[in-house]
């Protein structure tokens, strides 16, 4: 086994690309990420392609590679590995995740319930629930301004009787009345909807 400082020194080319991608990591610079997007785009597409990805996946994998190199530049060490072996790396993984990923779909149960579509609801149900709906906003409307208040607290954003009381800053009591009122009303608007 090789000894880390036993490597040969880096290229010209290479230290060029490890110095691109430290200045992506440190400041998000934009013109050395399209030089390392115009350099490695076309190799990784062409690295994928010939792990037989097709090329329509490829284009997707070699933008998604280049995304995380934007988003992880970051963590970059030129001093472990060059930026090369660094970028191909996450291409490599990437590319094992989609497979991963494409198994996992491919074994999917079709029949399983949970992966089914909800049925559409019939015309009349539809019709019903609109009708419901204009007769609960009736009902709503005839209550007073204090008790419509209450039950849309208590109703539309879940607040408990104390939560109401304190946030109208009224005695529990009185909020207590004023949804039992007003729920006696409704049920008398609205009858068998109730």
């Known amino acids: 086994m090789t000894d880390l400082n036993d490597r040969p020194a880096p290229t010209v080319e290479s230290q060029e690309l490890s110095d691109l991608l430290v200045r992506v990591g440190q400041s998000q610079d934009r013109s050395a990420f399209r030089a390392l997007f115009d350099h490695f785009g076309p190799r990784i597409r062409a690295f994928l392609i010939q792990r037989r990805v097709v090329p329509a996946m490829a284009d997707d994998l070699t933008q998604d590679v280049m995304l995380t190199i934007w988003r992880r530049a970051s963590s970059f060490d030129p001093s472990r590995a060059a930026a090369s072996t660094w970028i191909y790396t996450i291409a490599r993984n990437q590319h094992i995740d989609q497979y991963r990923k494409t198994q996992r779909a491919s074994r ?10 909800v049925p559409a609801a019939a015309a009349d149900d539809l019709c019903e629930q609109a009708e419901a709906a204009d007769s609960v906003g009736v009902a709503l409307e005839s209550l007073s301004a204090d008790q419509r208040q209450v039950v849309e607290l208590a109703f539309t954003e879940g607040l ?3 939560e109401i ?5 009224l005695p529990l ?20 909807l109730v």
């Open 108 to 117: 999917m149960d079709e029949t399983d319930p949970s992966l089914q579509p």
């Open 160 to 162: 408990t009787h104390s």
């Open 165 to 169: 009381a304190e946030r109208l800053n």
């Open 173 to 192: 009591g009185t909020v207590k009345s004023r949804i039992r009122l007003a729920l006696g009303k409704l049920k008398t608007s609205l009858g068998e």
